[in-house]
């Protein structure tokens, strides 16, 4: 069993920054990626940004530029900096590990943290 915790969720103005972070403990074996995703009310969760073992980024269109993902591998630690914020922002952001595990990969994900762009 794989556990994630997020924080650095809250309420911020258009424009401001917010900096999450997922810090990953368990059974954890051999990583494949991890990242973050996001869901607003009434919207599919959807790809916000993600790290492979090998370090190779992946952000959402809507996201490039603006959000960071970066992660700390002695703290297994996974931080998403989140700049110019729109209220198009407004979601419950979940932390994901997927991991190779029984021979197959395994899906993990945290409880949400809530990010709301306000003025």
């Known amino acids: 069993q794989v556990h994630l915790v997020e924080s650095g969720g809250g309420l911020v103005q258009p424009g401001g920054s917010l900096r999450l972070s997922c810090a990953a403990s368990?059974?954890?074996?051999?990583?494949?990626?991890m990242g973050w995703y996001r869901q607003a009310p009434g919207k599919q969760r959807e790809l916000v940004a993600r790290i492979d073992n090998n370090g190779f980024r992946n952000y959402a269109a809507s996201v490039r530029g603006r959000f960071t993902a970066s992660r700390d591998n002695a703290k297994k630690t996974v931080y998403l900096q989140m700049d110019s914020l729109r209220s198009e922002d407004t979601a419950v952001y979940y932390c994901?590990?997927?991991?190779?595990?029984?021979?197959?990969?395994?899906?993990?994900w945290g409880q949400g943290t809530q990010v709301t762009v306000s003025s």
């Open positions: 368990g059974s954890i074996f051999a990583i494949n990626q």
């Open positions: 994901n590990l997927n991991q190779r595990q029984d021979g197959g990969p395994y899906d993990y």
